[in-house]
């Protein structure tokens, strides 16, 4: 094979490559815009408090999370961590949601399984993901969001460690409230 053939060959292998690489609204959407209002929504809880909207928290900061599933091994140590570190988090006027594409019973299940005292919150059409870009099909991403008293979005974490994220989160709160 000569070069030029080679060359030829390998451009349509790489065009090939990236035309089955999902876009951007197939992998979640876009991120909403720091520094702006978060997107609001009303979303079904395990609480049994109904709906909590994002509006129901202005005065206290939050830390909006998207996971996966309940019960699996991630989304069940990211949740652990949140619920370790919950009283830290108390301290710093800062509220808890949980939100995936599961029901309000398997939220309920998994709450008690586990020990949450943080209301997770059932996006089971997906709706609230794709606002904030953490959609993928049938399921949320691992996203987190952090807002402010007022609703407004200071910080996104994609690509999440379930292991450290509540540590960065709380590292970041911390800095941000000491500016703010």
């Known amino acids: 094979m000569s070069r030029r053939q080679l060359l030829s060959f390998l451009s349509v292998v790489i065009l090939a490559f990236f035309a089955l690489i999902p876009d951007a609204n ?4 876009s991120q909403p815009p ?3 209002p978060a997107p609001d929504f009303s979303l079904p809880t395990n609480t049994g408090e109904g709906n909590i909207s994002l ?6 900061w939050v830390v909006l999370y998207f996971y996966p599933k309940d019960f699996t091994p991630g989304c069940t140590l990211e949740a652990r961590r949140f619920q370790q570190d ?3 988090y108390m301290a710093k006027n800062t509220q808890i949601l949980g939100v ?3 029901d309000v019973d398997s939220h309920a299940e998994f709450c008690d399984s586990e020990g949450l005292k943080f209301p997770l919150l059932a996006d089971t059409t ?4 794709k606002a904030y870009g953490s959609w993928m099909g049938y ?4 996203h987190t969001y952090l807002i402010d008293p007022q609703g407004i979005l200071k910080e996104i974490y994609l690509g999440v460690n379930p292991a450290i994220h509540s540590a960065e989160v709380l590292a970041r709160l ?5 500016t703010s």
């Open 26 to 29: 197939a992998l979640g959407g």
């Open 34 to 36: 720091l520094n702006q």
């Open 55 to 60: 509006s129901d928290y202005r005065g206290k």
């Open 86 to 88: 919950l009283p830290k």
């Open 100 to 102: 995936s594409a599961d």
């Open 126 to 129: 997906g709706d609230v993901s």
């Open 139 to 142: 399921v949320s991403l691992r």
């Open 174 to 178: 911390e800095e941000l409230q000491a």
